[in-house]
């Protein structure tokens, strides 16, 4: 799948670039010297979408087979949404699609024709972050922070579910509306996997957004 | 994942003819299972018929006092409907027990009903699995098989359904609704939806191919209290070792389904029966003939002890 348009070149991708081509060498010319001369492979299907990404209008045709995330990472160059497992267990993807929050490398994004979504970098920027960005520094809600703006999509995201009364696993009483509680976020925010066990300060932090006392 | 060709479809006659038209296509709604499966080539379909923006996503009350469930309400709306909250607790409770809520917010009524095992050798496509790929062997079978069926299994397949709210459903009595290739509605009860493995367990349910499920219809509310008690490995966001699902009513009388133990939710009329003698009762009733491995045979005495402490919570 050829991006759009170029990344300048980084460091890491020169040193990943230079492992593959010494790769190739060892392993794929022998047997490519031994074939007729390749024809091009016949080039997949594509279809068009539009959908706006933090308030700026998109129109793409991609290949049927881009996920949401990787439209949103590598033809909108929209790196802050983050890819961990690619297979929904771990929320590093999470956005907000029409204010619902959702694994990004779950959905594809010709699914999403119409849509409005919200990523990280659509909540805030530096010198404005959102209130939940602003919780997240002050409680130091992360460590390596590579699933910090996935927690930062969901923990809005769960407040919101709150107030609109969506029970979860622990609300005791379905006939109730659930309330904000360290029990609750920690049920609600349970698809955000933190590897470096940052739990308690992000719960900390939610519950500082949120206005609750502890 | 193998390339396809995609169309989004606005009625669900447009989505059977569609599928008429274009063999080896799969509908697709909310795809957080289908997806899955096809960066893993488990499924590969070469066309994708989306039908997530079908009109079948509200929940509607029936002429006989029941809900009709559209089968694109999405979970986490099913689980928070104030009628589903108030009249079918079990369903909202089986809801939230599942999945992640991201998942929840994606995941459909139908393709809940239709999500594939979590059978780790299904999923690892190194190994063999009748269900995968027919004929090529169980490795499940004398395997790690902790997390497997101990009831309705057959020699070729023990995957159980991993399902919560089709537990909820099999309790209340759900029925699918389909409308076929040929435009022809049916109903299937949930009792009848899923097929035994035999030795056929690619085939799992009673959907014949192009078939759209467009709703799933709840008999009128029966009362009582609706209790899911969901026993996993962690706190949240996991399959079920094993799930109990009960409806008691004030006299002891009632009704108890089972998750994580066969390839379908596990419901007994006669242990139905059994539930004003206690959890014990009921489980040997539910659990007859059960066949058990070295590494799942603790399933047994973990549903009478869920099911106990369940049948206390419930006198309160």
Not at chain 1, 146 to 161: D, N
Request: proline share 6%.
């Amino acid at each position: 799948m050829a991006p759009s348009d170029d990344f300048p070149i980084s460091r890491r991708g020169l040193l990943a670039g230079g492992a593959a081509s010494v790769a190739t060498a060892a392993v794929a010319r022998p047997a490519m010297a031994e074939t007729a001369p390749s024809r091009a492979p016949a080039s997949p299907p594509t279809a068009k979408v539009d959908f706006e990404v933090n308030g700026t209008a998109h129109s793409l045709e991609l290949d049927t087979r881009t996920t949401l995330l990787d439209a949103l990472r590598e033809h909108l160059r929209l790196t802050g949404t983050k890819k961990g497992c690619d297979h929904g267990q771990c929320g590093a993807c999470t956005v907000i699609v029409d204010g619902r929050r959702i694994n990004s490398c779950l959905s594809l994004a010709v699914q999403h024709d119409g849509d409005r979504i919200t990523t990280i970098e659509g909540l805030g920027q530096p010198g404005n972050l959102h209130p939940m960005q602003e919780a997240f520094v002050v409680h130091d809600g992360y460590q390596c922070g590579y699933c910090t703006p996935g927690q930062i999509c969901s923990a809005v995201a769960v407040l919101e579910e709150i107030k609109a009364g969506i029970p979860s696993h622990v609300t005791a009483d379905l006939s109730v509306a659930p309330s904000v509680t360290p029990r609750e976020l920690r049920e609600r925010m349970s698809g955000n996997i933190c590897r470096c066990g940052a739990y308690s300060n992000i719960v900390d932090a939610i519950v500082d957004v949120a206005g609750v006392k502890a | 994942m193998k390339s396809f060709t995609y169309e989004r479809v606005d009625t669900p006659a447009a989505a059977t003819a569609a599928f008429a038209r274009t063999p080896g296509a799969r509908f697709i709604a909310g795809g957080t299972n289908l997806l899955d499966l096809m960066k893993l080539e488990i499924e590969t379909p070469s066309h994708l018929i989306d039908v997530s923006r079908l009109k079948l996503d509200t929940i509607e009350p029936t002429s006989d006092g029941g809900l009709r469930i559209g089968a694109m309400v999405r979970n986490t709306d099913l689980a928070a409907d104030a009628r589903i909250r108030r009249d079918y607790g079990l369903v909202s409770r089986a809801l939230v027990a599942g999945a992640s809520g991201q998942l929840r917010n994606k995941a459909t009524t139908a393709g809940n009903l239709l999500q594939r095992t979590r059978c780790p050798y299904f999923y690892d496509t190194n190994q063999p699995c009748n269900k995968r790929r027919p004929g090529s062997g169980c490795a499940a079978i004398g395997g790690f098989s902790r997390l497997h069926a101990v009831v309705g299994a057959s020699e070729a397949c023990i995957a159980t359904h991993p399902s919560d709210m089709a537990v909820a459903m099999q309790a209340l009595d759900a029925t699918v609704e389909t409308v076929d290739k040929a435009g022809k509605a049916r109903r299937i009860a949930l009792a009848d939806f899923y097929r035994a493995p035999g030795s056929t367990p690619h085939l799992e349910t009673a959907l014949a191919p192009g078939e759209l499920i467009t709703a799933v219809t709840l008999p009128k509310p029966v009362g009582g209290t609706h209790i899911y008690h969901k026993v996993r490995d962690r706190a949240s966001y996991a399959f079920a070792l094993v799930s109990v699902g009960v409806v008691v009513q004030p006299d002891g009388s009632g009704r108890v389904a089972l998750g994580g133990v066969g390839y379908k939710p596990w419901r007994v009329k006669a242990a139905d029966a059994e539930l004003p003698r206690g959890a014990k009762a009921v489980t040997s009733a539910l659990l007859a003939g059960a066949k058990t491995s070295h590494e799942n045979a603790y399933k047994l005495p973990l549903v009478e002890r869920t099911l106990a402490g369940v049948l206390a919570q419930a006198k309160g």
